[in-house]
Structure formats: C-alpha cells, structure tokens
C-alpha cells in the first residue's frame, strides 16, 4: 500500500511539467538530490510545490482558473491564518463545488514528504561537509532512538493485540522551536536554515555564519525553544500516538 503521496499522484493524475522527467516522483527524487545539475530543494519547497501543484489539478477538475499568480494566492490564504480570508476564499471555492477543508485534508506536510522520499522511493542525498556538524546530529540521534523506541512499543501492543495493525504504522518524530514570546514553531531545519525561530522577536545579532551562531548559542536556545512532538504515530491517515517531550542537551 502506498502512502498519501502515491495515493494522490493516482487518484489525481498528477503529472510534472517539466519534460526532463516522466513522473513526479522522478522530479521529486532529482529536485531533492540536485541531480538534475540545479541547487538541490528541501523539503519544505517540495512540499509547497507538491502541494500547489495539486491544488492547480483540483481547480482544473473543476473549472476554476489556474493562473499561477492566483494558485500562489490562495495557496498562501488556504494554508494561512488569516481566517476572515479564509472564509470568504472557502465561499469562492464553493461555487466551484470546492471544500476548502477537504483541499486543506489532502495536503501533505513536509514530514510526509520527507518519508516519501527516504521511505518509499529509498532516495539518498550527499551530505556536504558544511551540513555535518555536532548539533543537528545530536537531534537526528535523539529522534532516531525515539522512532526506535516508538517502533519498540507498537510492536509489543501488536504482540498483546492492544493495537491492531500497529506494526504496520508509519512512526515520524518530529523537532519543533517554539518562540516563548508568541505561538510561533517551527521545524528545528528550518530556524537552523534561516537563523532565527521567530522574525518578530529574533534578537539583533551581528551577521555571521547560521551554523557557526547556533554552535555558539545552542544551550541558550534550546531551553526556551527546543520541543520535540514525539511518537506521532500515523496509521492510514489518523494519529495513533502523540505525545510532546523535551529534548535534553
């Protein structure tokens, strides 16, 4: 059985418009590893794309317009918090037959498409000497043992029949930063990537190296931020297990 991504490139016949690759998930393995000779993507902009490029086949099988400028538009209002948008852009699309929550359900979400691609399609991505450093290798280590342990578990309740099927679930654990000044949180790859957790209420620092700030203030931003949503255990689509621990350093 394949996963959510499969399912939707099926249901929905999803293809790629770039005549370079016969499918989508030969553009998602050569965006991601950079083999087509481009900048490799990550998993956030993949997802994006996944994402609008679906929601540009849902408007077409409808007959809505699907100018780029407008797929980023509502893109960006049906995945925002902006609600009053929200609800008079959920009008709209019903007039086209369209429910906003049922597009908003079948979006994917970066961690289904990190899975996709390691799990499903076993793709491999060279790690550049700049991307192996200490810390973001402590957090991998530590979500690894907590998938191991999860994995521990499910197999136990399976073994007791305490939970059907449980070893057949998908086991992601994921790192977020929460801002303790807002409800801002984000993956732990991305505040790495950009610097900051929270735009608004980043400190002002000199310029200097992402990487080479967090080496120097990582005991200083992890205990404040650092939460890690672990044992979130999906099963055909519904969370079986999910629980938040933090992460010590």
């Known amino acids: 059985m394949g996963?959510?991504?499969?399912?939707?490139?099926?249901?929905?016949?999803?293809?790629?418009?770039?005549?370079?690759?016969?499918?989508?998930?030969?553009?998602?393995?050569?965006?991601?590893?950079?083999?087509?000779?481009?900048?490799?993507?990550?998993?956030?902009?993949?997802?994006?794309?996944f994402n609008k490029r679906l929601l540009k086949q849902l408007y077409e099988e409808h007959g809505r317009d699907?100018?780029?400028?407008?797929?980023?538009?509502?893109?960006?209002?049906?995945?925002?918090?902006?609600?009053i948008q929200r609800d008079e852009l959920a009008a709209d699309l019903a007039t086209d037959g369209l429910d906003i929550d049922n597009i908003t359900d079948k979006m994917v979400s970066w961690s289904t498409m990190r899975h996709h691609l390691k799990g499903c399609l076993e793709a491999e991505k060279e790690t550049t000497p700049a991307?192996?450093?200490?810390?973001?290798?402590?957090?991998?280590?530590?979500?690894?043992?907590?998938?191991?342990?999860?994995?521990?578990?499910?197999?136990?309740?399976?073994?007791?029949?305490?939970?059907?099927d449980a070893e057949q679930a998908e086991v992601d654990v994921?790192?977020?930063?929460?801002?303790?000044?807002?409800?801002?949180?984000?993956?732990?790859?991305?505040?790495?990537?950009?610097?900051?957790?929270?735009?608004?209420?980043?400190?002002?620092?000199?310029?200097e190296p992402v990487r080479e700030r967090l080496s120097n203030k990582l005991s200083v931003i992890a205990a404040p931020y650092m939460v890690a949503e672990a044992l979130q255990t999906t099963f055909l689509g519904e969370s079986l297990l999910e629980s938040a621990v933090v992460v010590p350093f």
Not at 14 to 43: F, I, K, M, N, Q
């Open 66 to 83: 699907t100018v780029s400028l407008h797929i980023d538009r509502e893109y960006e209002v049906i995945t925002g918090d902006a609600d």
């Open 3 to 49: 996963c959510k991504i499969d399912s939707l490139i099926e249901r929905h016949g999803l293809t790629v418009p770039d005549v370079g690759h016969e499918s989508v998930d030969e553009y998602l393995v050569a965006r991601w590893t950079g083999s087509d000779g481009r900048s490799a993507d990550g998993y956030k902009a993949l997802t994006e794309w």
């Open 131 to 164: 991307e192996t450093d200490w810390e973001a290798n402590t957090v991998q280590m530590a979500r690894d043992r907590t998938v191991e342990k999860a994995r521990s578990v499910l197999s136990s309740l399976a073994s007791k029949e305490r939970l059907r």
């Open 174 to 207: 994921q790192v977020k930063l929460s801002c303790p000044d807002c409800s801002v949180r984000v993956p732990f790859e991305d505040a790495v990537e950009r610097g900051y957790v929270c735009d608004a209420h980043a400190e002002n620092e000199p310029e």
